[in-house]
T-cell receptor, first 110, second 114 residues
Framework: RKEVEQDPGPFNVPEGATVAFNCTYS??????FFWYRQDCRKEPKLLMS???SGNEDGRFTAQLNRASQYISLLIRDSKLSDSATYLC???????????FGGGTRLMVKP | DADVTQTPRNRITKTGKRIMLECSQT?????MYWYRQDPGLGLRLIYY???????NKGEISDGYSVSRQAQAKFSLSLESAIPNQTALYFC?????????????FGPGTRLTVT
C-alpha cells in the first residue's frame, strides 16, 4: 500500500464549479499535512498547509480527518488557472522528510 | 533569476554512461534534496543534505550518489545509467527553521537513458 494515495483523475470541471479532492495516508502517526500544486512540466510549489481544525485560503479549503486518515482540498469557483496537478504531502514529524502522493490532475474548462 | 537552478534541463544518455546533474541555489538555505518523479508514483526522495558535511540516503538511493560542494551546490550522479532511471529529476531546498516543510524546487531535469 502506498503511504500517500490520491485519485490521479483527471477531474474535468467547468469554470465556476466547486471541486474536491481527497487523499489518504497510511501512517497514523503522521503529524503534518500539506497540499502542493504542480503545473504541467513545472516544479511543485507549496499551496497550503492543512491544520487539524481545517483552514481556508481564499477559494481553497483544506480539511484533515485523523480518524479516517484522509485530507481533502476543496476549490470553490474554479478558474482556468486552477488547472494543475495537486500533490498531497505528509510528514511524520518535524525531523522527517516529506512523502508525496502521486497527484490529482484538475482540468478546468471554459 | 531563479532561486533554484538545475543543469542540464534535458539530457539523453546511453546505458552505462556516467552522468551528473547539478543544482545551485541562491536562497541561502541549508537543506537540499534530490527527488525523481515518475508518472503516477509521485516524487520520491533520492538523497538529502542538511548542511555541507551532512549527506543522507533517501527512499531510492541505489544507483545514485551525491556531492554537496558548498552550501549552495548539490549535485547528483548516476555512476552507470540504466533505462529505468529515465525520469524527471528535481532538486529542492528548504530552510532549517519551522518552515522546513516548504520546499523550493528547481525547474527539473528531464533525463532519458536509452
Amino acid at each position: 500500500r502506498k503511504e500517500v494515495e490520491q485519485d490521479p483523475g483527471p477531474f474535468n470541471v467547468p469554470e465556476g464549479a466547486t471541486v474536491a479532492f481527497n487523499c489518504t495516508y497510511s501512517n497514523s502517526a503522521s503529524q503534518s499535512f500539506f497540499w502542493y500544486r504542480q503545473d504541467c512540466r513545472k516544479e511543485p510549489k507549496l499551496l497550503m498547509s492543512v491544520y487539524s481544525s481545517g483552514n481556508e485560503d481564499g477559494r481553497f479549503t483544506a480539511q484533515l480527518n485523523r480518524a479516517s486518515q484522509y485530507i481533502s482540498l476543496l476549490i470553490r469557483d474554479s478558474k482556468l488557472s486552477d488547472s494543475a496537478t495537486y500533490l498531497c504531502v505528509v510528514r511524520l514529524n518535524a525531523g522527517n522528510m516529506l512523502t508525496f502522493g502521486g497527484g490529482t490532475r484538475l482540468m478546468v474548462k471554459p | 533569476d531563479a532561486d533554484v537552478t538545475q543543469t542540464p534541463r534535458n539530457r539523453i544518455t546511453k546505458t552505462g554512461k556516467r552522468i551528473m546533474l547539478e543544482c545551485s541555489q541562491t536562497k541561502g538555505h541549508d537543506r537540499m534534496y534530490w527527488y525523481r518523479q515518475d508518472p503516477g508514483l509521485g516524487l520520491r526522495l533520492i538523497y538529502y543534505s542538511f548542511d555541507v558535511k551532512d549527506i543522507n540516503k533517501g527512499e531510492i538511493s541505489d544507483g545514485y550518489s551525491v556531492s554537496r560542494q558548498a552550501q549552495a551546490k548539490f549535485s547528483l550522479s548516476l555512476e552507470s545509467a540504466i533505462p529505468n532511471q529515465t525520469a524527471l529529476y528535481f532538486c529542492a531546498t528548504s530552510d532549517s527553521g519551522v518552515r522546513t516543510y516548504e520546499q523550493y524546487f528547481g525547474p527539473g531535469t528531464r533525463l532519458t537513458v536509452t
